[in-house]
Nanobody
Framework: QVQLVESGGGSVQAGGSLRLSCVVS?????MGWFRQAPGKEREGVAA??????NYANSVKGRFTISRDTAKNTLYLQMNSLKAEDTAMYYC????????????????????WGQGTQVTVSS
């Protein structure tokens, strides 16, 4: 079992930045960030598998995923935020290596946090 706790969400104006953190009880090979806006399906944002990263096209160049295994923590640095980035953001983990092409599929992930809300006002 893996427990994940997200933090760092909040309200920010368009163009601003936030850094999300996810503390995990155990390091896992694959970790990712997903988001879900009201009335929409959960979608992949960014993932890190080993040292390989993958991003949704909508956030490429604006978001950066990283992790500090010594601190059991996953991060998501979000810059140049837009109103359409408003959503609940979730951290996900898997002990297995997830193929890059599959990292944006929520069904490939085993463990989830409770989420942290990000609201971007225009």
């Amino acid at each position: 079992q893996v427990q994940l706790v997200e933090s760092g969400g909040g309200s920010v104006q368009a163009g601003g930045s936030l850094r999300l953190s996810c503390v995990v009880s155990r390091n896992t090979y694959s970790m990712g960030w997903f988001r879900q806006a009201p009335g929409k399906e959960r979608e992949g944002v960014a993932a890190i598998v080993g040292i390989t990263t993958n991003y949704a096209n909508s956030v490429k160049g604006r978001f950066t995923i990283s992790r500090d295994t010594a601190k059991n923590t996953l991060y998501l640095q979000m810059n140049s935020l837009k109103a359409e980035d408003t959503a609940m953001y979730y951290c996900a983990a898997s002990f297995f290596r997830i193929d890059t092409i599959a990292t944006m599929d929520p069904g490939k992930w085993s463990y989830w946090g409770q989420g942290t809300q990000v609201t971007v006002s225009s």
